[in-house]
């Protein structure tokens, strides 16, 4: 038996709670008829208009932060892809009809992201309760009591409010520290003889998930080859900033010395040991030759580079992956595995910001990795870093840091 398709369209008109789809720049697409109702307003009024145009604060209450409240818990929506609950608000609507006119009303308000392919948050949809009636039928029962209460709830509200007002604060500052930490830990330009390398370093859209990935390139010593290696740090701000610069550098200087890279990742993963934070790091690094054509290469339970061969064969650097650093009780000798290349080829390097999104297995990711790297192989180095953060990221920004590495061997 084949079942009817449903009408999502008349399941939005029949909603019996106040809802309202806004696209990223905070504009009504669409309202259901009781969000209408609800507030008494025409859908004409509405859809098609920025919210706070709509509905703005109430001028004659300098004290009013109501509107302020819900545009930041939207804009924390859109930074992080997450749903945001708000804490119980009042602010005051303007009367239909009846210009500087404006009513109490208490609202409980939902704010949820719709997810485009890509993860990146393409529409709100904002649900609204209107408590106002509630609080008015306690004020009538119960009196002076009710209004009390009533007073004690908007302060808390508020209260509540301020104090999310001042973490935000308090993680952004966090987070410039951290970049410029970061920065100053991750050089713009290769500090390296070959020169046809591009590095690029996204930091993750909102306060969270940001400096935890490097990258480092270092000259080896024996004959034209070059170290290239990446990590992930699991953690935010400024402590995995921290542990990203120590295990940064503690892989760079064991790579000098290392017979190859899979004996480079055993010396980080019993260094990781003994670094707090360094938990289920994950690292990759690759042994460039030049002189005989090779890249030697070890995972730590990172992603795989791409080798995108001059002929336009991908291949993906998967024979040597181990799990991350620190994950068995006693470190384990790592594995290393060797590829060949012609002149012309490119290698990349990268974090899982680049290829990971909710609600996607990976290997689209990494498909469609492959397919930007194939696409733009003629392109220099630079070029090339731009085109595929182009294509790969989304246009606001992901919610993961990324770093990236491209050799043109």
């Given amino acids: 038996m084949t079942e009817r398709p449903i009408d999502y369209a008349a399941v939005f008109r029949c909603l019996p709670g106040m809802v309202a789809v806004l696209t990223p720049g905070l504009v009504f697409a669409d309202v259901n008829p009781e969000f209408l109702r609800g507030t008494g307003r025409s859908r ?26 819900l545009e930041a818990s939207l804009n924390r929506v859109l930074a992080t892809g997450e749903r945001d609950a708000m804490a119980l608000q009042r602010y005051d609507v303007e009367r239909p009809g009846r210009p500087g006119d404006w009513e109490a009303r208490y609202w409980s308000a939902v704010n949820t992201p719709v997810l485009g392919p890509e993860g990146a948050v393409v529409l709100l949809v904002h649900r609204v309760e209107d408590v ?5 039928s306690r004020g009538g029962r119960a009196g002076g009591r009710a209004r009390v209460l009533e007073a004690e709830l908007y302060t808390r509200a508020r ?21 410029a930490l ?18 690029r370093y996204r930091p993750a859209v909102g306060a969270l998930n940001v400096c935890g990935d490097w990258y480092d390139l270092i000259d080896l010593v024996g004959g034209h080859r070059i170290g290239v290696s990446v990590g992930d740090v699991v953690g935010h701000g400024l402590e995995a900033s921290c542990v990203m610069g120590q295990l940064r550098s503690a892989l760079s200087a064991a790579s000098r010395v290392a017979a190859g890279p899979g004996q480079a990742l055993d010396v980080l993963g019993r260094y990781a040991h003994v670094v707090e934070g360094a938990e289920s790091a994950t690292a990759v690094t690759t042994f460039i ?9 070890s995972s730590a339970g990172h992603p795989p580079p791409v080798l995108v061969h001059a002929d336009g064969r991908v291949e993906f650097l998967d024979g040597a992956t181990d799990p ?16 060949s290349f ?10 899982d910001g680049l290829v990971e999104r909710r609600q996607e ?12 790297l194939r696409t733009h192989r003629a392109a220099d180095p630079e070029s090339l870093a731009d085109a595929v953060l182009t294509e790969l990221l989304p246009p606001d920004g992901a919610t993961d840091d990324t770093a990236l590495v491209i050799v043109r061997l």
């Fill in 324 to 339: 991350p650093l620190d994950a068995h009780p006693d470190p384990l000798p790592r594995v290393q595995a060797v590829t």
């Fill in 289 to 297: 030759d030049f002189d005989r054509h090779t890249v030697t290469y």
């Fill in 182 to 199: 970061q920065a100053a830990m991750l050089p713009t330009r290769p500090q390296v003889r070959h020169e046809a390398i591009a590095v």
């Fill in 159 to 179: 209260e509540l409010q301020e104090l999310n007002e001042r973490l935000r604060r308090a993680h952004a500052r966090e987070r410039e520290v951290a970049l």
């Fill in 132 to 136: 106002t009636e509630l609080i008015r």
């Fill in 361 to 372: 297995d990976i290997d689209v990711g990494l498909a469609r990795l492959a397919a930007a």
């Fill in 44 to 69: 004409d009024q509405v859809v098609g208009r920025h919210i706070f145009d709509v509905f703005p604060d109430n001028p004659g209450d300098p004290a009013a932060t109501g509107m302020r409240n």
């Fill in 342 to 351: 012609a002149r012309g080829a490119t290698l990349a390097l990268y974090t």
